[in-house]
């Protein structure tokens, strides 16, 4: 490819202009979109049997299965656990993207912003050692903090997602999580200032005609009036896909409000004749790790099938999605995902209405609606938001959040919260440490009052131990 326009980026300066409330997702993490459950099948995937789905536009063929590199392996490199010692581990990353090529994945999805700005350079190494019509690659414009905003530093973003992805052209260009904000005009105004007044938008439309980028869109999170008026300029934009939030409980049960339940997200597409990009068909992992009734369920449905796969095939089984993301940190998340697409059986009519009454279960637990995306991070105060709140998720769905200390159980739950909380989540990262500064609300794709939740989860834990 052509470096003559791209820029090295200093990868302190990089992070920095990306800004530290924005979605710089953890290398460290090691819980993944498809997350594992407790009925893991060990079957090898078929090769050949992948289903694709033929994008309407260019008529190429892309794998049902997405692969999100949100989430990649890592390697401790001198075993001290500490943040600067965690790297990518390209050597399994390889390996999985080597292993999804062979049975059929081409679709592979990233970031400048993810993994604190590795991913893209480490997609880049594990893809180049493929032929280029083997895969497609998808990215980001992330251009979250206001340093970014300028034209100059969009089109650097670009230019060194195309460097570090080693390829001449984007198959997939996404603007990034348009639509947050604190509310519908300041959401408006941040979206101007990233994309229309900096002309970003009228370069990446260029860059779009020259071929450097195949297909354009934009990624959706936060206020339902920016979606509308994105999907009102389709005739202007020509939009080529857009990547939506869609799984069985969000149908329904989205996090804000009725608009912004999936169904309106996916119909307001499908009327347009807009392919979707699905993330989140797991829910952050929350629909692998269902609630033990509800678990019993589904396992009784069908015990050949994981619980993972209903959410994937659900999602998979609508005829306007184009691909369906899935962040798969370790090779069982993988093999998992291509058992249920290699080939996809869609669900019935029947199994619809069994997962929509499922969720109606699901939305009677008092969860906090946290996908452990990471957006929220880093704390600039050091706590671990996300294991936070997805402790105690955890404890609450399966019976460990006692809430009457004269229930006979009730010491036994105590305890197993308390130890499980301080081996999750090290004391000065918890809950008790916030001053409620609220830096990390705005950047909640899921609407959270984390501050809220947080003082409610740290009064609990202080409940918890008075009681003791």
């Known amino acids: 490819m052509n470096d003559n326009n791209s820029k090295t980026f200093n990868r302190r300066s990089f992070l920095k202009a990306l800004g530290l409330g924005g979605a710089i997702v953890a290398a460290g993490s090691v819980v993944s979109c498809a997350s594992s459950d407790d009925n893991n099948n060990t079957q090898e995937p078929p090769v050949g049997k992948m289903t694709y789905r033929k994008n309407p536009k260019d008529g190429k063929d892309v794998s049902i299965l997405g692969y999100g590199m949100m989430r990649l392996p890592t390697i401790d490199l001198n075993g001290s656990a500490r943040e600067d010692d965690i790297e990518i581990d390209q050597e399994m990353v390889n390996k999985l993207v080597d292993y999804a090529i062979e049975h059929g994945v081409n679709y592979f999805d990233t970031s400048p912003a993810y993994c604190k700005g590795k991913s893209e350079h480490a997609t880049g190494i594990a893809l180049a050692r493929h032929k280029r019509d083997e895969y497609l690659i998808a990215t980001k414009l992330s251009n979250f903090a206001p340093e970014t905003w300028s034209h100059d530093a969009g089109v650097e973003m670009f230019q060194n997602s195309l460097k570090e992805l080693q390829v001449d052209y984007i198959d997939y260009l996404l603007l990034h999580a348009v639509g947050g904000g604190d509310d519908k005009d300041d959401a408006m105004k941040k979206f101007n200032a990233r994309y229309i007044d900096n002309g970003i938008l009228d370069y990446l439309l260029e860059q779009r005609e020259k071929g450097v980028i195949k297909h354009l869109g934009f990624s959706y999170h936060g206020n339902i009036e920016v979606y509308d008026y994105l999907l009102a300029q389709h005739d202007k934009y020509h939009w080529d896909f857009v990547q939506i939030q869609l799984n069985y409980f969000d149908w329904n049960h989205a996090a804000k409000n009725d608009e912004d339940n999936a169904e309106y997200l996916y119909n307001?597409?499908?009327?347009?004749?807009?392919?979707?990009?699905?993330?989140?068909?797991?829910?952050?992992?929350?629909?692998?790790?269902?609630?033990?009734?509800?678990?019993?369920?589904?396992?009784?449905?069908?015990?050949?099938?994981?619980?993972?796969?209903?959410?994937?095939?659900?999602?998979?089984?609508?005829?306007?999605?184009?691909?369906?993301?899935?962040?798969?940190t370790f090779m069982e998340h993988l093999k998992d995902n291509l058992l249920t697409y290699c080939p996809l059986k869609p669900l019935t009519a029947d199994d619809m209405k069994f997962l929509h009454d499922l969720a109606d279960?699901?939305?009677?637990?008092?969860?906090?609606?946290?996908?452990?995306?990471?957006?929220?991070?880093?704390?600039?105060?050091?706590?671990?938001?996300?294991?936070?709140?997805?402790?105690?998720?955890?404890?609450?769905?399966?019976?460990n959040a006692p809430q009457d200390n004269k229930d006979p159980d009730y010491a036994r739950h105590r305890r197993a919260f308390l130890v499980g909380y301080d081996r999750r989540v090290p004391k000065l990262r918890q809950a008790d440490h916030c001053i409620g500064c609220g830096h990390c609300k705005p950047h909640c794709p899921q609407g959270i009052d984390i501050p809220k939740e947080l003082a409610r989860i740290s009064d609990y834990v202080d409940k918890l131990k008075r009681e003791g």
């Not at 946290?370 to 955890?394: S, V």
């Open 268 to 328: 307001e597409l499908a009327k347009r004749n807009i392919p979707a990009i699905i993330m989140e068909p797991l829910l952050g992992g929350r629909l692998a790790k269902l609630p033990d009734p509800l678990a019993r369920k589904v396992l009784a449905r069908d015990p050949e099938r994981s619980i993972a796969s209903w959410a994937f095939r659900y999602a998979g089984t609508r005829p306007g999605v184009l691909t369906v993301l899935s962040g798969m």
């Open 361 to 399: 279960e699901m939305a009677k637990y008092d969860t906090i609606p946290c996908n452990d995306c990471k957006y929220c991070m880093p704390c600039p105060f050091g706590l671990d938001i996300p294991a936070i709140l997805t402790h105690y998720n955890k404890c609450l769905t399966e019976g």
